[in-house]
């Protein structure tokens, strides 16, 4: 069982950049599609970003493209997101979680969430 616990949210700027990490227990992170998905207040969880389980291929959502960058470390059992250029529109709770389905974007093909961390974008 893999469990996930994020870190790295907080407050900031528009313009500004955050760095959010996902840290992982269990010997199998490294088998595993990862991705990081938001969610905020009264709207649905959407997709951000995915990575393949050695890093060769990444996916983006449109709204997050060019600013966002997904990065794994299997060594340290770690995925992070690093955001740049950040928006109002960014602020929402952000959740790592682990593939389990077959699509790399849909919210149903994830789980073992873990808890979130918050992202503010003061405009």
């Known amino acids: 069982q893999v469990q996930l616990v994020e870190s790295g949210g907080g407050l900031v700027q528009a313009g500004g950049s955050l760095r959010l990490s996902c840290a992982a227990s269990g010997r199998t992170f490294s088998s595993y599609a990862m991705g990081w998905f938001r969610q905020a207040p009264g709207k649905e969880r959407e997709f951000v970003a995915s990575i393949t389980w050695n890093g060769g291929n990444t996916n983006y959502a449109d709204s997050v493209k060019g600013r966002f960058t997904i990065s794994r470390d299997n060594a340290k059992n770690t995925v992070d997101l690093q955001m740049n250029s950040l928006k109002p529109e960014d602020t929402a709770v952000y959740y790592c979680?682990?593939?389990?389905?077959?699509?790399?974007?849909?919210?149903?093909?994830?789980?073992?969430w873990g808890r979130g961390t918050q992202v503010t974008v003061s405009s």
């Open positions: 979680a682990r593939r389990i389905g077959i699509h790399i974007t849909r919210v149903d093909d994830f789980g073992s």
